[in-house]
């Protein structure tokens, strides 16, 4: 089962600054969480990511789990073994979990609590396709082809469906009808070629008029809400 957890404010410890580390890291620097990197050396991507202030370093070499672990603080709440020591990375998950951290070794998802997809990221689209560590390799092929499958007019369609939401929530109380209302904006040939001519601001006119056509209908209007609400753009 995958799931997109939420981690604003919380900390995360990667221990490995290698190639590997950075590709972990890079699943964590859009999130608001407050990130640690930890490693004898740092290849050119983690220190990248340090100039930019998105992660923090720490330049130590873990020779003792225990040890490493007890002395972080505060306390991560996530804790990512990345280094090319199989026997150290299962050290440091072992007495991470004692901790109460949620860990992930990078080469032993038996012993991690969560496993981390290959995420493809189209514009605030973001599609996660996971073998559950049988094959990371073929999951990354998996999503360099989902990447090429998802068109420009397909973003733009989310753009507009969040525009179209925004004004049916103040209009219309019934989320069925929100629904059927939206599916049929997702057909309707006329805004989808505006939308491939990549006219957005033209296609939002469009909607907003069809929108309110479907408001004052009838069956529609018994399910509006107050209606005396300004609506605004999201």
């Known amino acids: 089962m995958l799931l997109d957890v939420k981690l604003d404010g919380k900390y995360i410890v990667v221990v490995g600054g290698g190639g590997e580390g950075y ?6 620097v859009d999130s608001d969480a407050k990130i640690l ?8 991507g983690i220190k990248r990511l340090h100039q930019m202030k998105k992660i923090d370093l720490l330049e130590t070499e873990v020779k003792d ?3 490493f672990v007890t002395s972080l603080n505060p306390k991560p709440d996530l804790l990512l073994a990345v280094t090319s020591n199989h026997e150290l990375n299962a050290q440091i998950v072992k007495h991470a979990k004692s901790a109460g951290c949620i860990v ?8 991690s609590d969560f496993v981390l997809p290959a995420v493809a990221k189209l514009g605030e689209v973001r599609i996660a396709i996971s ?5 990371p390799a073929m999951a990354r092929v998996l999503r360099q082809r989902i990447e090429k499958m998802v068109t420009e007019e397909d973003l ?3 753009k507009l469906q969040t525009y179209a939401r925004a004004f049916l929530k103040q209009h219309i109380s019934d989320q069925k009808v929100r629904r059927q209302i939206l599916y049929k904006l997702l057909k309707n040939e006329q805004v989808k070629q505006l939308l491939k001519e990549n006219r957005l601001d033209e296609a939002k006119e469009m909607t907003l008029k069809i929108l309110e056509n479907w408001v004052e209908n009838p069956i529609a209007k018994k399910h509006s809400a107050t209606g005396n609400q300004n609506f605004q753009e999201a």
């Open 37 to 44: 990197v930890a490693s004898r050396e740092f290849s050119s």
């Open 104 to 111: 992930y070794a990078v080469d032993d998802p038996s012993i």
């Open 131 to 135: 073998t559950f560590g049988k094959s």
């Open 65 to 67: 789990a225990k040890t």
């Open 23 to 28: 590709r972990k890291t890079l699943n964590f």
């Open 156 to 158: 733009q369609q989310i």
